[in-house]
């Protein structure tokens, strides 16, 4: 019933997926971690880049492969999102990966339009939910957490909500604040994981991934340092308080048109 959920917060290497992996690659070899869920910022290969050209890669190839070495390495789910190039299309993609090589997708739905992105960037239309040892999962990417009508969890139907990110520092309160609101409006666990450092468009970074419980609380607070962090998130603890809470029971009922 209880789910190991392991993140990375880190610096990226700009526009060098190579590096990237490898750096990532060291880091989880060192660290070991035993756990069922690896979870990496949005775009890990090359930072939060609007120059997609020549440096996008084509979909399901290099890194899809590195991440399936990684997952069966590791005996966990890694996730995480890389740009990618689909035809004549680029998508900012994320990555479900399991073990025995299998993965799923999603393709960011809100694109970061004061960055251009929605001029880069083809946006996806369908949400992602992904089983994990008896959880439903939800993943998301980035400024999808501003929306809460695209992470609303209608009857429960996920118990953990994902956020992978390159979100500024500028911005940090409201990507604190947020993962707290999706996590009590949702009646469930929330992790945002981001990225810290400064990009090739220097911007910096201050971290701040976060494990929210239900409540709304900070179960970890990673504030600016690199790290890896493993923490164990409670199944029977989310069912007591949704029962003992059940305010899901009294959601508003409405139809979503992407």
């Known amino acids: 019933m209880n789910l190991r959920v392991t993140i990375v917060q880190t610096e990226l290497h700009w526009h060098d997926a190579e590096a990237n992996r490898r750096m ?56 995480g999102s890389v740009m990618v190039q689909q035809a004549d299309r680029f998508l900012n993609r994320l990555y479900w990966v399991r073990p025995d090589g299998s993965y799923a997708t999603y393709d960011k739905k809100h694109l970061f339009r004061m960055a251009k992105e929605h001029h880069t960037y083809t946006p996806g239309n369908e949400r992602l939910l992904v089983e994990l040892k008896g959880w439903n999962v939800c993943p998301l990417v980035c400024y999808d957490l501003r929306f809460p009508v695209w992470s609303r969890n209608t009857d429960n139907a996920y118990d953990l909500l994902l956020y992978v990110a390159n979100w500024p520092k500028v911005r940090s309160q409201p990507w604190r604040t947020l993962l707290q609101a999706r996590a009590i409006e949702n009646l469930a666990y929330v992790v945002g994981v981001n990225r810290v450092g400064t990009d090739g468009n220097n911007h910096p970074y201050s971290g701040d991934s976060a494990f929210i419980h239900p409540k709304g609380y900070h179960l970890l607070d990673t504030a600016e340092a690199e790290g ?3 923490l164990t998130l409670s199944k029977q603890e989310l069912e007591d308080f949704r029962e003992a809470f059940p305010a899901h029971l009294d959601a508003d009922r409405f139809s979503l048109q992407v």
């Open 24 to 79: 990532f690659s060291e880091k989880l070899a060192a660290a070991a971690p035993q756990t069922d869920l690896i979870v990496l910022p949005e775009m890990f290969t090359t930072g939060f880049s609007m120059t997609p050209e020549g440096i996008a890669e084509e979909a399901d190839t290099t890194t899809l492969d590195w991440m399936q070495q990684e997952a069966q390495r590791h005996q966990a789910v890694l996730t």
């Open 228 to 230: 890896i962090h493993t």
